[in-house]
T-cell receptor, first 115, second 112 residues
Framework: GAGVSQSPSNKVTEKGKDVELRCDPI?????LYWYRQSLGQGLEFLIY????????KSGLPSDRFSAERTGGSVSTLTIQRTQQEDSAVYLC?????????????FGDGTRLSIL | RKEVEQDPGPFNVPEGATVAFNCTYS??????FFWYRQDCRKEPKLLMS???SGNEDGRFTAQLNRASQYISLLIRDSKLSDSATYLC?????????????FGTGTKLQVIP
């Protein structure tokens, strides 16, 4: 079946512009995660959605970052007034959630470059 | 202490060698554990889950030591294609809350 889909694959934009990244999780997956990964670095947790519960936003680095998940499916990550340090690969993952500790499945990521 | 710690490596091993990585975790209540591999400039991909009794998938063996709070990954007969960064993942799995913690990864380079 279809995996996690992210768009765009690449985004180049000027400093100060807003960007919107999209994630379409695997159908039926109730848990959705956003991560950021800078070159040569580990995954940095950003935000976690679980069903209808309030999202865990503890990883968002500043108030320029926000995310929403509509209808329990597609999620968008918005970065306002982008800065050069926002340049990274933004990865989305989904899992079936629940209490059984299911693994996450990742999308290909969006490579964001801020000029 | 970090929630999840891994030796960043790199581990440089010849083809055919056996190599093992450990990953320590701080939350003794953690319930689920996984190993992922990440190729350069690619997304992480699930390699295998780690079960309490230990589990094997071909050349790969994963083990869990709850008493010492670490998981391990053993790769036998290393292939060039095994070169990647290996990430351990720990899931507290508390009441359905599934925010996992990724280690920063151990880099493996298999040399011809």
């Amino acid at each position: 079946g279809a995996g996690v889909s992210q768009s765009p694959s690449n985004k180049v934009t000027e400093k100060g512009k807003d960007v919107e990244l999209r994630c379409d999780p695997i159908s039926g997956h109730t848990a959705l995660y956003w991560y950021r990964q800078s070159l040569g670095q580990g995954l940095e947790f950003l935000i976690y959605f679980q069903g209808n519960s309030a999202p865990d936003k503890s990883g968002l680095p500043s108030d320029r970052f926000s995310a929403e998940r509509t209808g329990g499916s597609v999620s968008t990550l918005t970065i306002q007034r982008t800065q050069q340090e926002d340049s990274a690969v933004y990865l989305c993952a989904s899992s079936t959630g629940g209490g059984a500790g299911q693994p996450q499945h990742f999308g290909d990521g969006t490579r964001l470059s801020i000029l | 202490r970090k929630e999840v710690e891994q030796d960043p490596g790199p581990f440089n091993v010849p083809e055919g060698a056996t190599v093992a990585f450990n990953c320590t975790y701080s939350n003794s209540a953690s319930q689920s554990f996984f190993w992922y591999r990440q190729d350069c400039r690619k997304e992480p991909k699930l390699l295998m889950s780690v079960y309490s009794s230990g589990n094997e998938d071909g050349r790969f063996t994963a083990q869990l030591n709850r008493a010492s709070q670490y998981i391990s990954l053993l790769i036998r007969d290393s292939k060039l294609s095994d070169s990647a960064t290996y990430l351990c993942v720990v899931n507290p799995n508390s009441g359905g809350y599934q925010k996992v913690t990724f280690g920063t990864g151990t880099k493996l380079q298999v040399i011809p």
